[in-house]
């Protein structure tokens, strides 16, 4: 079975909102969490991550929040923009092979 | 310019042909992967290598073999393709083990005819 899985295919948010992005795991040895940003053709670039040794890491608009007990994390985009529209993919990972198994995506469209 | 380069951009070939990816990273890592992006856009790792030696071997079908000549250049063979084998293959770049930030090639995409 899939181990991280994204809820959502798809969200659509007006401009300025906030969204929530959700992401839940199987796998309790995962001790890296991660969101990756991917634009139409383009590849995959890491917006945010934390260890599992924290709850919670705030980027600017983008804040991450763990909850291990329940197996689950999100991202949190505040004031969103047009240009965040994209693909959105958690990953997670342990071990120290650096081997990340990724979500399926959720599709951000955010109107102007 | 430090990235995470890939050829070809596209390849269509027909069923039983064998194909080669290159990737080549100049952002001086020690730690390259290859991933299988499906048609439901899912990415699943397949290899990664370290410093030139094979760390991670995912459940690939025997035609795939991954080639690194010197940890900057992680290759991707696949001898006789299938149909399934259609995807985009992603090659990625960290700067080490223990250092899970990854970044990403463009993508090769395989169309098997």
């Known amino acids: 079975g899939q181990q991280v899985k994204q809820s959502s295919p798809s969200l659509t948010v007006q401009e300025g909102g906030i969204l929530i992005l959700n992401c839940d795991y199987e796998?309790?040895?995962?001790?890296?969490f991660a969101w990756y940003k991917k634009y139409p053709d383009n590849s995959p670039t890491l917006l945010i991550s934390?260890?599992?040794?924290?709850d919670k890491r705030e980027d600017g608009r983008f804040t991450v929040f763990l909850n291990k007990s329940g197996k689950h994390f999100s991202l949190h985009i505040t004031a969103s923009q047009p240009e965040d529209t994209a693909v959105y993919l958690c990953?997670?990972?342990?071990?120290?092979?650096?081997?990340?198994?990724f979500g399926q995506g959720t599709v951000l469209s955010v109107i102007p | 310019e430090t990235a995470v380069f890939q050829t070809p951009n596209y390849h269509v070939t027909q069923v039983g042909n064998e194909v080669s990816f290159n990737c080549k990273q100049t952002l001086g890592h020690d730690t390259m992967y290859w991933y299988k992006q499906d048609s439901k856009k899912l990415l699943k790792i397949m290899f990664s290598?370290?410093?030139?030696?094979?760390?991670v071997n995912e459940t690939v079908p025997r035609r795939f073999s991954p080639q690194s000549s010197d940890k900057a250049h992680l290759n991707l063979r696949i001898k006789s393709v299938e149909p399934e084998d259609s995807a985009v293959y992603l090659c990625?770049?960290?700067?080490?083990?223990?250092?899970?930030?990854?970044?990403f090639g463009p993508g090769t995409r395989l169309t098997v005819l």
């Open positions: 990625a770049s960290s700067a080490g083990l223990g250092v899970y930030e990854q970044y």
């Open positions: 934390v260890r599992s040794n924290v």
């Open positions: 990953a997670a990972g342990h071990g120290g092979n650096n081997k990340l198994t």
């Open positions: 796998n309790d040895m995962f001790d890296y």
């Open positions: 290598y370290n410093n030139k030696q094979l760390i």
